[in-house]
């Protein structure tokens, strides 16, 4: 049935105002149908490789949020990194310089953790008591 419906709008047969409209229904209910299946799957087995599902709305809000979620670990991963960096300059700073084994300790702390560790080291008065803090 999608081929035929594909084939009449090749052909003209169905209004051009349609058409995006039409094509965009075939692919999301393939896209559900069949969810295991990629795009050029799907393409072969309508026999039509002119289809862009990027162009459906079915595809761009999959992809816009796709997007977003990248983007807010990215922020996440970002930051996580800046904090830690911050936390190892001002240990070293006050501590001198750091072990490898603790450098890592630091850098694999999750945001929560690294706030609390910055907050702190503010009472860390020895290496010890950083050392303390870190195996808690």
């Not at 990194?81 to 084994?101: C, M, N, P, S």
């Not at 929560?112 to 290496?127: K, N, V």
Request: glycine share 8%; net charge negative; hydrophobic share 35%.
């Amino acid at each position: 049935m999608a081929r035929d419906l594909i084939e009449a709008i090749e052909n003209g047969k169905l209004e051009a105002d349609n058409k995006t409209q039409i094509l965009e229904m075939i692919e999301t209910i393939l896209v559900y149908k069949f969810p295991k299946l990629s795009r050029e799957k799907i393409q072969q087995m309508l026999g039509y490789n002119d289809i862009s599902l990027k162009q459906t709305r079915f595809y761009q809000d999959v992809y816009a949020e796709g997007q977003q979620e990248g983007r807010q670990e990215g922020r996440q991963e970002g930051r996580q990194e800046g904090e830690a960096k911050l936390i190892l300059r001002q240990l070293t700073r006050r501590f001198g310089v750091l072990g490898e084994d603790t450098q890592s300790r630091i850098r694999r702390l999750n945001i929560t953790q690294l706030e609390a560790l910055g907050e702190a080291l503010l009472d860390f008065s020895t290496r010890e008591d950083m050392e303390v803090w870190l195996q808690r």
